[in-house]
T-cell receptor, first 114, second 114 residues
Framework: NAGVTQTPKFQVLKTGQSMTLQCAQDMNHNSMYWYRQDPGMGLRLIYYSASEGTTDKGEVPNGYNVSRLNKREFSLRLESAAPSQTSVYFC?????????????FGPGTRLTVT | AQTVTQSQPEMSVQEAETVTLSCTYDTSESDYYLFWYKQPPSRQMILVIRQEAYKQQNATENRFSVNFQKAAKSFSLKISDSQLGDAAMYFCAYQGGGSEKLVFGKGTKLTVNP
């Protein structure tokens, strides 16, 4: 059982370039999430998807787009990368039903935008 | 909006000793869940312990326990018999009942001295 996988692990981009971060989970979870982690800021939610075909904005969605390709995969796209998007990006997934949504995290992608 | 505050950016403890990490939160909801996540240098986010707000009994997982004070909106983590492998960033997180969103604190870096 791989859990939540993310590719790539590291990436360096120039300002203005685009790229897509990939995330997949094999736990048959309905919900998936993208977070960014900046020094001294904790993790902040970018977008999430409660089910296949639906996506919603989180706390810091500007500059990002997402696609819930199917139940397993949830991608995050930077259309025109900016230095402010230098961060570590985490994907997570969680199962339903309630009572609580324990989230399982991937290993993260370290992105540097120069 | 809900907020989570970790007032200790860094803490240190001697191996085999006990340490307590603080967390306070702000919410107007009555149904919610609280979590402590551990992030070692590998970056992997690992769930340490969770607490349901409707439960008065404090959660315990082996050497990890919480002191949940609902009226004071306080949720501290106690690590007993600290081990070198406990060295990590620790994040407190809040999840409102019915919401899929996790709100994280900024983290506490724990150092364990041999």
């Amino acid at each position: 059982n791989a859990g939540v996988t993310q590719t790539p692990k590291f990436q360096v981009l120039k300002t203005g370039q685009s790229m897509t971060l990939q995330c997949a989970q094999d736990m048959n979870h309905n919900s998936m999430y993208w977070y960014r982690q900046d020094p001294g800021m904790g993790l902040r939610l970018i977008y999430y998807s409660a089910s296949e075909g639906t996506t919603d904005k989180g706390e810091v969605p500007n500059g990002y787009n997402v696609s819930r390709l199917n139940k397993r995969e949830f991608s995050l796209r930077l259309e025109s990368a900016a230095p402010s998007q230098t961060s570590v990006y985490f994907c997570a997934s969680s199962a339903t039903p309630r009572p609580y949504y324990e989230q399982y995290f991937g290993p993260g992608t370290r992105l540097t935008v120069t | 909006a809900q907020t989570v505050t970790q007032s200790q950016p860094e803490m240190s403890v001697q191996e085999a000793e006990t340490v307590t990490l603080s967390c306070t939160y702000d919410t107007s909801e009555s149904d919610y869940y609280l979590f402590w996540y551990k992030q070692p240098p590998s970056r992997q986010m690992i769930l340490v312990i969770r607490q349901e707000a409707y439960k008065q009994q404090n959660a315990t997982e082996n050497r990890f326990s919480v002191n949940f004070q609902k009226a004071a909106k306080s949720f501290s983590l106690k690590i007993s018999d600290s081990q070198l492998g406990d060295a990590a960033m620790y994040f407190c997180a809040y999840q409102g009942g019915g919401s899929e969103k996790l709100v994280f604190g900024k983290g506490t870096k724990l150092t364990v001295n041999p």
